[in-house]
C-alpha cells in the first residue's frame, strides 16, 4: 500500500527532479498528482524515466483532501498561498522555498542530520527543506561536530546557475554562446555577466553587507545543527550549470586530525569521500551530476588555529540541494509517521 503524492512546480528544474528521484528510490506511490501554475496546465511531464506521462494540473483549482503528501518546489510567495490550504486538507507539505525555514512551529529537516526534528511536523502539517548550500554543508559537518564538536565554520560557495532555475541556465548558455560568435552579451537574470565570470552576489543584500544568500546559511546551520556554531559566509555564483562547491574552513572546540575526519567521513551518511593527494583525486561539480551524494575532498589540517580543517565539498544542489532531501524527508515521514500497510 503507498501513498497519495503531490509533486507541486512539477514543470521546473527541481520539480522535474523530484518526479525523477521518487522514481528512482521507489518510493511507494499509488498514486501521483503533478501541479504548476495555470499557464502549464494540461501539458505532460514524465515521471521519471519510467515512459508513464503525467498531465499537469492548475494548482489554483486543486483539492487537496485525501492526498498524504505534498513536494512543494514553487517559491515563497505562491507557496504563502498554497502550503497552507493543503495542510489544512490533512496533506503534509515538505517545502523547498525560503518561506518557513525559520518559523519555529516548521521543523528545517536534513534526514542525515536532524531527523528527530521531523517530529514537531504536526504543529504546522509543514515540513522546510533547507538552502540548497546549506543542505549539502551540514551533512559533511555533521559527523566531524559529532567528534570533535565545531565552533566555527568560515565557508565560501561556488553555486551553479542552475541553483537560479532555468532561467540562470538560459543565461549562461546564451551569454556563452553570444561570446564565441561575437554577438553582444545580455545581462537579464543576473546583476552582471555570468558566462567566463563569478559573481559575489545571492539573492539581495542586507544592513549589514551580507546577502540574504549568506544569513540563510548562517541562520539554518545553526537551526538544524547547533545553534551554538558560529557561521560566517561567502556566497558566489560561478558560470557552472549543475554542482555546487563550498571551500569550508572548521574550527573545533577538541583536537581532530585530517586523518580522523576522513576515517569519520568514509563512513558517514551521505558522504562520499574522495580524497587522494594527487592529480585529479577530487571531485568537481561537474562528476557530481545526477548523483546522490555528498562529495568531500581535499581534507587537511589548518595549522592557522589549534584545532581545525579545511575540505572541499561538492553535491548536485538539484538533488541534495532540493528534489532527493525532499524526497528522503518524505521517506522519514513514512518510516516515522505515515506508515502504509
Request: charged share 25%; proline share 4%.
Amino acid at each position: 500500500m503507498g501513498y497519495r503524492v503531490v509533486v507541486a512546480g512539477a514543470t521546473g528544474n527541481v520539480g522535474r527532479e523530484m518526479l525523477n528521484i521518487l522514481a528512482e528510490r521507489e518510493f511507494p506511490i499509488d498514486e501521483i498528482a503533478a501541479l504548476a501554475s495555470g499557464r502549464s496546465h494540461g501539458i505532460e511531464v514524465e515521471y521519471g524515466e519510467t515512459g508513464r506521462m503525467i498531465k499537469v494540473q492548475n494548482i489554483e483549482h486543486f483539492d487537496f483532501t485525501g492526498w498524504d503528501i505534498a513536494l512543494f518546489a514553487i517559491g515563497s510567495t505562491p507557496t504563502k498561498v498554497y502550503a497552507p490550504k493543503a495542510a489544512a486538507a490533512g496533506c503534509v507539505v515538505i517545502d523547498n522555498s525560503s518561506l518557513y525555514r525559520m518559523d519555529p512551529d516548521v521543523p528545517l529537516i536534513v534526514p542525515e542530520v536532524n531527523p528527530d526534528a521531523i517530529d514537531g511536523y504536526k504543529a504546522r502539517n509543514i515540513i522546510a527543506n533547507p538552502n540548497c548550500s546549506t543542505a549539502q554543508m551540514v551533512v559533511a559537518l555533521k559527523p566531524l561536530h559529532d567528534a570533535a564538536k565545531i565552533k566555527r565554520v568560515v565557508v565560501a560557495t561556488y553555486q551553479s546557475v542552475s541553483g537560479a532555475g532555468k532561467e540562470g541556465m538560459d543565461e549562461l548558455f546564451e551569454q556563452s554562446r553570444a561570446i564565441f560568435v561575437g554577438d553582444s552579451v545580455e545581462v537579464r537574470k543576473f546583476t552582471k555577466q555570468i558566462a567566463f565570470n563569478v559573481i559575489p552576489h545571492i539573492d539581495s543584500f542586507l544592513d549589514d553587507g551580507s546577502t540574504k544568500e549568506e544569513w540563510k546559511m548562517v541562520a539554518e546551520t545553526k537551526k538544524i545543527l547547533d545553534s551554538k556554531i558560529k557561521v560566517t559566509a561567502t556566497c558566489v555564483r560561478v558560470p557552472v550549470f549543475v554542482g555546487h562547491s563550498e571551500a569550508i574552513n572548521i574550527e573545533f572546540e577538541n583536537e581532530i586530525s585530517a586523518k580522523q575526519a576522513q576515517d569519520i567521513l568514509r563512513e558517514a551518511p551521505g558522504v562520499m569521500l574522495i580524497d587522494k593527494r594527487e592529480d585529479a583525486g577530487y571531485v568537481t561539480p561537474i562528476e557530481c551530476v545526477g548523483d546522490y551524494a555528498t562529495f568531500v575532498s581535499r581534507v587537511r589540517e589548518d595549522p592557522t588555529v589549534d584545532s581545525g580543517l579545511s575540505l572541499w565539498c561538492v553535491s548536485d544542489n538539484l538533488r541534495k540541494g532540493a528534489a532527493l532531501n525532499a524526497v528522503q524527508i518524505a521517506e522519514l515521514l513514512g518510516r516515522r509517521h505515515l506508515k502504509k500497510g
